[in-house]
């Protein structure tokens, strides 16, 4: 291919978003432990609304939850401990399966230094790696790594069907789904399937003997960002039935290398049912289309996103049964580099096309004797165009280093001021989250030249997960758990107490503190505090975790003198030790 980018990185490392900074600023004591592949129903857990599901580090052929459910602002939380969790099935099931889920978060952000704490793989065909459906509903997934599939990466939708017309568009909406910082790569299909194909004309069934069409459920608040894509046998990211969705701050790379059908070979596809935004993404190396846009519902606004090395056009829009007229499809500050065919290619007649300060550089890159054009028509479709930078001649923009994907601005570039004011578009930043226009007028591109920064997009955080809950309960596959003990209440260190000797060292402290007591009993709860009284931290150990010793790091604290509280299920000890 003719003037082909090779992506080198520098791009991902400069613009500072390609994956959310993760923090573990907070512990999260576990709940409950599972330690075996299987099959888990909620009814034999029983779990509380913001308990804390641990998945112990290992290895695992498959993980099922049935019917689990947290409440809003109270999700329950499946989380990696100790290390990472690696799920690869080999047989017809996905590795991490959720059926009639509700109000839950699946992490992979429980261990400080690892950015994906779980990973899942299948390798049978058409099995994705994991499923969320059968009803299920306000999901996030986070930290966690597809390392191959035989289809999706990820799936998010219940197809209507005739056994349960509770799953129907009439009588179900997917709500809250929130997928990000995740790394998918090495799939059959697609990396992200989210939502139904058949928004608009729905799927014929034969329910009790007669033909019907039934349609799938939508999915309102659809929040994908901070993910990366790579390596997918059709589209990187496909949506549908998503109306008001917000995709962002995404890397999706070489996609549609072996789809199952000749048209699903593109980066990112917004399917029929499905408006919203599409914004700070990077697009590189779809087969075919880099973005396709078809059977869309209403307003779709696409900004500073870059688009390169598509195989055949960069932008395809065309509507589908549903799509609603007059609606704006709004394309503003974005790249678009070596396309092979047409940079635009745009179909939907019956809707208003909007092109603001893009650039469209190098198309025709299969040198073709066709006449491909910089912004082609097709069925009457007409747009509205200003500002947008139009050449065969990339080195001419004055773009950083093109050749390594870095799109951002050099000082002489002929791109600076150029553009229009698209403020009231709602366009205020640029594809590095710099502000705009930071001269004398908006830069034409996805990026801004200069360096102020606009209001940063928060960064996911992970939470460290200990065995520090008195009484967490380790689950198995279809056995009946028990009831999850109460936390021990603690009130401070000068509540009474039935005295118990301890031995504490090494004394002054440098970095873990060793905790004896008589043999046989069991530690149940260490906490250390200032001597103004303040708790620094505390420990929690389960039944027969810690008997008769016990270890604390005590390295993060500051020099000086700390109180020691140590419950155990004799009694309780104080005493003091000096941190080195």
Same mark, same amino acid.
């Given at each position: 291919?003719?003037?082909?980018i090779?992506w080198m ?28 592949s ?19 580090a ?16 109270k ?9 990472p ?18 109000n ?13 704490g ?21 999901v ?9 599939a ?6 998010a939708?219940t197809?209507p ?6 799953a ?6 997917? *709500? =809250?789904? /929130? #997928? %990000?910082d @995740? ?6 299909? &697609? $990396?992200?399937? !989210? +939502? ?7 799927q014929?069934?034969?329910?009790n ?10 999915? *309102? =608040?659809? /929040? #994908? %960002?901070? @993910? ?6 059709? &589209? $990187?990211?496909? !949506? +549908? ?13 070489s996609?549609?290398?072996a ?6 070979? =593109? ?19 779809a ?59 745009l ?8 092109l603001?300060?893009?650039v ?14 910089a912004v ?7 747009a ?25 601005l ?15 578009m ?7 989250d ?9 830069d ?5 030249f ?30 009946q ?30 970095d ?5 007591v ?48 140590v ?14």
């Amino acid at each position: 291919m003719k003037g082909h980018i090779g992506w080198m990185g520098t791009w991902l490392l400069g613009a500072g978003w390609a994956v959310s900074a993760q923090a573990q600023s907070t512990k999260c004591p576990c709940d409950y432990l599972i330690k075996t592949s299987g099959t888990y129903y909620a009814k034999q857990v029983n779990a509380p609304a913001g308990s804390t599901i641990c998945i112990q580090a290992g290895q695992y052929e498959t993980l099922k939850f049935y019917n689990f459910a947290g409440e809003a602002g109270k999700p329950l939380t499946f989380i990696n401990y100790g290390g990472p969790v690696v799920i690869k099935s080999t047989g017809k099931e996905s590795a991490l399966d959720f059926y009639n889920c509700r109000n839950i978060k699946v992490s992979g952000g429980g261990k400080p230094g690892l950015q994906y704490g779980i990973t899942a793989q299948t390798t049978f065909q058409d099995v994705s790696a994991m499923h969320i459906h059968d009803k299920s509903t306000d999901v996030e997934v986070e930290f966690v790594e597809i390392a191959g599939a035989g289809f999706a990466g990820i799936m998010a939708k219940t197809d209507p069907s005739c056994s349960d017309s509770t799953a129907w568009r009439s009588n179900f909406t997917m *709500t =809250n789904v /929130h #997928i %990000h910082d @995740n790394y998918i790569h090495d799939v059959k299909g &697609e $990396g992200m399937y !989210i +939502g139904n194909s058949f928004w608009g004309t729905g799927q014929e069934r034969t329910c009790n003997g007669v033909k019907v069409r039934l349609f799938p459920h939508n999915i *309102t =608040n659809l /929040h #994908i %960002h901070h @993910n990366r894509v790579e390596r997918t046998g059709a &589209e $990187g990211i496909q !949506i +549908g039935c998503a109306p008001d969705f917000n995709v962002h701050h995404n890397v999706v790379r070489s996609t549609g290398i072996a789809p199952f059908t000749p048209d699903q070979d =593109n980066g990112i596809q917004i399917g029929g049912g499905a408006d919203g935004q599409l914004h700070h993404n990077y697009l590189e190396d779809a087969h075919d289309i880099g973005l396709i846009i078809v059977g869309h519902l209403g307003d779709v606004t696409v900004s500073n996103n870059v688009v390169i090395n598509s195989g055949g056009v960069a932008v395809f829009c065309d509507e589908r049964t549903g799509s609603l007229p007059n609606r704006a499809i709004r394309f503003i500050n974005n790249t678009f580099v070596n396309s092979g065919e047409d940079g635009f290619r745009l179909y939907n007649e019956t809707q208003k096309n909007i092109l603001v300060n893009n650039v469209i550089a190098n198309i025709n890159t299969l040198n073709s004797r066709s006449p491909y054009k910089a912004v082609s028509f097709g069925q009457n479709a007409t747009a509205e165009q200003t500002g947008n930078t139009i050449t065969q001649d990339v080195t001419t923009l004055r773009f950083a280093d093109f050749a390594k994907g870095d799109f951002k601005l050099l000082k002489d570039s002929p791109l600076i001021d150029k553009g229009v004011d698209v403020s009231s578009m709602g366009v205020v930043s640029d594809l590095a989250d710099r502000l705009r226009p930071q001269g004398v007028g908006y830069d034409v591109g996805a990026y801004e030249f200069g360096e102020l920064l606009a209001p940063a997009v928060p960064g996911a955080e992970g939470c460290e997960t200990t065995l520090t809950r008195i009484g967490y309960v380790t689950l198995q596959p279809g056995v009946q758990a028990p009831p999850l003990p109460p936390v021990e209440v603690i009130t401070g260190v000068e509540e009474s107490v039935v005295p118990i000797e301890l031995a504490l060292s090494p004394v002054p402290c440098p970095d873990r503190l060793q905790i004896t007591v008589e043999t046989g009993v069991e530690i149940r709860r260490v906490a250390i505090y200032s001597l103004a009284g303040q708790e620094v931290n505390q420990w929690r150990f389960a039944a027969r975790e810690a008997t008769g010793r016990c270890e604390i790091t005590v390295t993060p604290y500051a020099s000086g003198l700390y109180t020691i509280r140590v419950t155990t299920s004799a009694g309780t000890g104080t005493g003091r030790f000096l941190k080195q």
